[in-house]
């Protein structure tokens, strides 16, 4: 299969001499960095390994490609720099709907960047200089995760809030309110029990997983909990100053007011 290459970016598909024998069941990629070697590595590399593969250089790029996405099974995003941030394209795709498991690659691996890329909703954050192997053992793993379609179209509403659990979206009378995927858990319990106190553990179990162990000393857990709704009531704030649902019950936790 010969290489097709347009103006927003490259496709590549597997080689005539992988064709043969028992049909390939392909994983499509979309693949974005602006680095043109290191692009064009990639595609070939992972085409060889089984993929297809259409590359783009910049986050203009992909987003004025949503054939594309709709039919890819998983994205691959470079860290990037400010103004080609791989970050912000995240974010601007989950806000579009596109649901895709995303990984990150970078050139340089950061514990920071690393917990900010998995709370923003990525699914895996891989050094390049681990090599194209590791890449592929751990693509064929991403590409198994599937969102249920009982997910897909299910949305939440409670009163001038809506929540899109399958693209971890919330709007606030109609105006995204811009949370990580780490706030909207928060928030979706917080509605999804509105009027009920929710305990600070309860809280933290759904930003992380339960039994999860954090914080300093056997309550440290709290500080953050206290940390996460402080950064959402801001958010809520920052579209209607009149906001208020996220009530404090004092050593206990918080609750989701009732209209």
């Known amino acids: 299969m010969q290489p097709v290459v347009n103006a927003v970016g490259s ?57 594309v996405l709709s039919a890819a099974d998983l994205i691959v995003l470079d860290w990037g720099d400010i103004g080609n941030s791989g970050l912000e394209l995240l974010q601007q795709l989950r806000r579009q709907g596109v649901n895709l498991p995303i990984v990150f690659l970078t050139r340089r ?23 194209i192997s590791i890449l592929v053992h751990r693509l064929r793993i991403v590409a198994r995760i599937k969102v249920p379609e009982s997910r897909r179209e299910k949305v939440v509403q409670v009163g001038d809030l809506l929540l899109k659990p399958h693209v971890s979206r919330a709007t606030w009378n109609d105006a995204d309110v811009g949370l990580t995927v780490g706030e909207f858990k928060i928030i979706n319990l917080l509605a999804s029990n509105a009027g009920q106190h929710v305990t600070y553990r309860e809280i933290y179990d759904a930003l992380h997983y339960r039994g999860f162990v954090a914080g300093c000393g056997e309550d440290g857990y709290k500080m953050n909990v206290r940390a996460a709704i402080k950064r959402i009531r801001r958010k809520f704030e920052a579209l209607d100053p009149t906001f208020g649902r996220i009530q404090n019950y004092t050593s206990f936790g918080y609750l989701w007011a009732q209209d």
């Open 11 to 67: 496709v590549r598909g597997v080689p005539s001499f992988l064709m043969s024998g028992e049909p390939m069941s392909q994983i499509r990629v979309v693949a974005v960095d602006g680095d043109d070697g290191f692009r064009d590595m990639l595609s070939d590399e992972l085409c060889e390994q089984g993929f297809e593969v259409t590359a783009f250089r910049d986050n203009r790029s992909v987003l004025a490609a949503p054939d």
């Open 109 to 131: 691996w950061l514990t920071s960047n690393e917990n900010l890329a998995l709370e923003h909703g990525a699914i895996d954050f891989i050094d390049k200089a681990r090599g």
